[in-house]
């Protein structure tokens, strides 16, 4: 199983970025998809999750209104959607997936190898 996460790079405070998430050797259709990210001198924070189906979807509170996360199952890819960029979402973000859907880290079994995204004010 391989997550290949992209799309990360600098963006200004307001603007967009469109994270990408492919996934191989993985049957989305078992697994639920989630979005992590870590800043700097932080803890790893649960960002985004969606079921495999995209029809149940969570966001933590400092991101909800402002990101999207979907999944294409025919590209077996799951995309984050950042709108409003702040300095604070500034953080390496990771994909990850497993058999549980859910806000906890440990629930999931596959991680990618994280997209760096710097917010400058």
């Known amino acids: 199983v391989q997550l290949q996460a992209s799309g990360g790079g600098l963006v200004q405070a307001g603007g967009s970025l469109r994270l990408s998430c492919a996934a191989s050797g993985l049957t989305f259709r078992r697994n639920a998809m989630s979005w992590f990210r870590q800043a700097p001198g932080k803890e790893r924070e649960f960002v985004a999750a969606?079921?495999?189906?995209?029809?149940?979807?969570d966001y933590a509170d400092s991101v909800k209104g402002r990101f999207t996360i979907s999944i294409d199952n025919a590209k077996n890819t799951v995309y984050l959607q950042m709108n409003s960029l702040k300095p604070e979402d500034t953080a390496v973000y990771y994909c990850?997936?497993?058999?549980?859907?859910?806000?906890?880290?440990?629930?999931?079994?596959?991680w990618g190898q994280g997209t760096e995204v710097t917010v400058s004010s």
């Open positions: 990850a997936a497993g058999p549980t859907y859910g806000r906890i880290s440990r629930l999931y079994k596959y």
């Open positions: 969606t079921s495999w189906s995209g029809g149940v979807t």
